[in-house]
């Protein structure tokens, strides 16, 4: 594979990151990663006992509010839970606190190094490239949290400016929380936005820093279509998972109900019967004994594979996961640790582990897809050595250079970032097999690998 890399691997400049700190699902205390033990209490039939719930005040708005949905209407999936939790619009998670980077609740690999941004910058360069350099593309990227990667991918379009000079490029941010919508226009366009424009599907536009429109949205689906490459980093682990327990009568639905015993706390139950749920989402020949699924992540997939099919592209997914092989992977995280997730809903952030099997089958048909592969081979196969050297080579200072390859090191050791980070593409069918290939395999010049999913070759 040929990337069109020198200019950028040569830059000598390295913007300040805070000090590594790691958040991996890997160094997680293993009984938090084991599945459900315990067997779990079945939930009342019908609605919960009154009077409890309205005692549950001291953790905070979120709680009060889920206790009193739970006393209306019954336990509800931890789907319906994690929305509430995460993106509730007065007191979700994303929507007041935001908590991505050093001073939040986990740091993520943009968040610890500038090369990640840049080697996917230069990933989607390299595929406009080996789609024939179309003359207008959209950057779309699904929840940008505080906006770094963007603003690392723009430094490099900016940077290889002389590559794209004839096309039209925008970004489109595609971002829940209003907060962290706020943080991303200062950093990306130094705060100039303009809220609502009339003339769009976005609730906010602005120009980049480097000169580029930015808009905001909160639904994929309000995003223009267009030729368009899609990325999605941490974001699919945030979306609400359902959770299905084997038990001897069958699988059962995992809920969320309030704690008889304690009034302020919530706890997991299991539906008393089969949910819709449990018959729409669990296969005959399963054979685990706990599942998580998130059809919200298979939804969006399938948006993305119709968008890209229609109008060309790729869509590029890097976060945390397995391959339709795990089990309990649920979990919180506050100032930097592990949360209980039932634990003052609304203060912490909840995630699952993204199952890549999933993705693929939400895919197929539409696009190709490639990958999952470990984020240290992908960020190796895009030249992350080399592009350390360069700036090794050209950071004076001792402290630099050590924090240069420390950062190096979390986004690369397996026992840290590199083996349980994941990335996962989406491509048109044609960019990996000629269309008429069958009928006539001599007749065309072999198509360039994807770059990342291959071993990197530099000319
Ligand atoms: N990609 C960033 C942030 C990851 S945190 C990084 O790697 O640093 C998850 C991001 O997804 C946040 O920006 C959050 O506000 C956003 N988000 C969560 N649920 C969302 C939803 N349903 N729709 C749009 N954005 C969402």
Redesign the pocket.
Known sequence: MVLPLRALLAGRRRLPRPAARRLCPLSLPLSRRAPLSAPLPAAPPARLRSGQAEAAGGDGAMLRHLARKLRASGPVTVAEYM?EA??NPGQGY??RR????ESGD??????ISQVFGELIGIWYISEWMAMGKPSTFQLV??????G??TEDILRVFKQLTSVLSKCDVSVHL????P???EI?AVMLTGGKVQPNPEDESAYMKGISKTGIPIFWY???QDVPPGYSFY?????F????IHKFQRTEKGWREVLVDIDPEVPDQLRFVLSPSRTPATQNFIQPEETRDHVEVCP?AGVIVQRLASRIEKDGGAALV?DYGHDGTKTDTFRGFRNHKLHNVLSAPGTA?LTADVDFSYLRKMAQGKTATLGPIKQREFLKNMGIDLRLQVLLQNSGDTATREQLLRSYDMLMNPEKMGDCFNFFALLPHHRLVHPDKKDKPESKSPLPPVAGFNELLLK
């Open positions: 929305r995460l993106t994303y929507t935001g908590g991505v980077g986990f740091i993520t690999s943009p968040e990227e699904l929840g940008p949290g505080r770094t990667l595609v971002e829940v929380s907060k962290l919508s991303q909160r639904d994929i990325l999605a980093h941490e974001f682990d945030a979306l609400p919200e890097a952030d």
